[in-house]
């Protein structure tokens, strides 16, 4: 088993190859992968500047904002689960994340947040518009994401055995069993549970790093989408899902709803549970 790890998605993303190669097919086969991880993050970051999520929030209501194919793809997921979550995952919670300092605050006032829709609208070209003033985020669902075009750049280099682990989102290429483990939401100190996983993704909430509290008020960095309110839960939520992308986001929709059998679930064959 050959490991290799990098700071990306304000992670450490771990990828381990289980097939037995030469040096030079192995380190080609690491370096596509994380290329396929600097993507993502370059192209989805709120902190970037030039990101196409920054580019996205400085524009005027309106205006088309040209976008990555990448980020197109997670849009059109993100606004899908909002629909099919009732609006539990809400990708314009950015809003509260940097009213609570999360997140940087724009130099220009917060947008009112709303949970009736994301506003956006991704036209057929490509380009997306706000509808109405929002700021977004993709920090919810860019993560899983970012798992999955690495496993998709494992498999083009050849490998047939590997897992990619960003900070708790995890999915394994392969029939060979990587052993997963999930972190003890109230100790913390250990695992409540270890999952043999193979050919499935697998991802875990919890507010147990992010809580702190503001005044009198409790907040974390899981905002419930429909109410705008910061989720507060001792609880932490795991989904396994077919890709990352999908598991990451729905861990969000599982925590704001507190609902392990939400619909959403269904509708992308994921099955949930709580710690």
């Known amino acids: 088993m050959k490991c290799r ?4 998605l304000g992670t450490l993303v771990d990828i381990r190859i289980a097939d037995e190669l030469e040096p030079r097919q192995l380190a080609a086969a690491f370096a596509a992968a994380f290329d396929r991880i600097a993507t993502v993050h370059r192209l989805m970051s709120f902190h970037d500047a030039d990101s196409d999520v920054s580019r996205l929030n400085r524009a005027p209501v309106g205006v088309p904002v040209a976008i990555d194919a990448h980020t197109a793809r997670v849009i059109a997921c993100a606004l899908q689960l909002h629909a099919d979550s009732d609006a539990f995952f809400n990708i314009s919670c950015a809003t509260q994340l940097a009213r609570w300092a999360y997140l940087p605050s724009p130099p220009q006032p917060l947008p009112t947040y709303s949970a009736a829709d994301c506003g956006l609208l991704l036209e057929a070209d490509g380009c997306l518009r706000k509808t109405r003033d929002v700021l977004i985020d993709l920090g ?3 993560k ?4 999955d ?4 750049a ?6 047939t055995s590997a897992c990619v682990n960003a900070g708790g989102d995890v999915r394994v290429l392969g029939t060979t069993p990587f052993a ?5 939401p109230i100790s913390l100190t250990g695992s409540t549970v270890t999952i043999d996983l193979t050919e499935a993704a697998l991802a875990t909430s919890a507010t147990y790093f992010s809580a702190r509290q503001i005044g009198s008020r409790h907040v974390s960095a899981l905002v419930d989408g429909r109410s705008g309110e910061a989720i507060d839960t001792r609880h932490s939520v795991t989904v396994q899902a077919a890709d990352c992308l999908h598991a990451d986001a729905l861990t969000k929709v599982v925590m704001a709803s507190g609902d392990v059998r939400h619909p959403s679930l269904a509708r992308h064959d ?3 549970f709580l710690l």
């Not at 790890?5 to 990306?8: R, S």
């Not at 899983?144 to 798992?147: F, K, N, P």
């Not at 075009?149 to 998709?152: C, D, L, Q, T």
């Open 270 to 272: 994921a099955q949930a």
């Open 154 to 159: 494992l498999q083009q280099a050849g490998i």
């Open 5 to 8: 790890a990098q700071p990306w």
């Open 140 to 142: 919810g669902i860019a």
């Open 144 to 147: 899983g994401y970012a798992v």
């Open 149 to 152: 075009v690495a496993i998709a």
């Open 180 to 184: 997963i483990a999930i972190r003890d």
